[in-house]
């Protein structure tokens, strides 16, 4: 599999977010942890508290600001573009829940990451059988990083 071709957008201050060579990487590795073999385009945009709010709130019904929101491609029936989709994630919740949770921040936003193309993919966690899937390809994706359990 070739590398995804992957565009990062920031909404905030790049101080204390990672690279785009680390999202390529963690996006990288959730695919092929999916046995995605084709071609992948992703883009993510990093936000600030405010604007999560604001794309929970109008997509989600939700209004407050969330970790990761993913936003699946809709191409429409018989069009086979390599684009999956959008990943907004939201820096001051990611920052937050590391110290809550007592994680390092660059795995956090890894994990993150590698959530949220898993649902580009989709996968899901609404269903217990479907969540226990999600987080033990989660917890292999990561642990192929070099990354701790995220769920332990």
């Not at 945009?45 to 709010?53: F, I, L, M, N, P």
């Amino acid at each position: 599999m070739s590398a995804p071709r992957l565009s990062v957008s920031y909404g905030v201050s790049r101080a204390g977010v990672p690279s785009p060579a680390s999202f390529r990487q963690w996006v990288a590795a959730a695919l092929q942890g999916a046995g995605r073999r084709k071609p992948a385009e992703v883009a993510i945009r990093v936000v600030g508290s405010d604007e999560g709010r604001t794309l929970n709130r109008d997509y989600r019904g939700r209004d407050y600001a969330t970790n990761v929101l993913s936003f699946p491609a809709e191409l429409p029936p018989g069009v086979d573009l390599p684009l999956l989709g959008d990943l907004a994630i939201c820096a001051p919740v990611v920052l937050r829940e590391a110290t809550e949770q007592h994680k390092r921040p660059r795995d956090h936003w890894a994990h993150l990451t590698v959530h949220g193309t898993l649902h580009l993919l989709g996968y899901d966690h609404i269903e217990d059988a479907e969540a226990e899937a999600m987080e033990a390809l989660e917890t292999r994706v990561l642990a192929g990083l070099g990354i701790a359990d995220p769920y332990a």
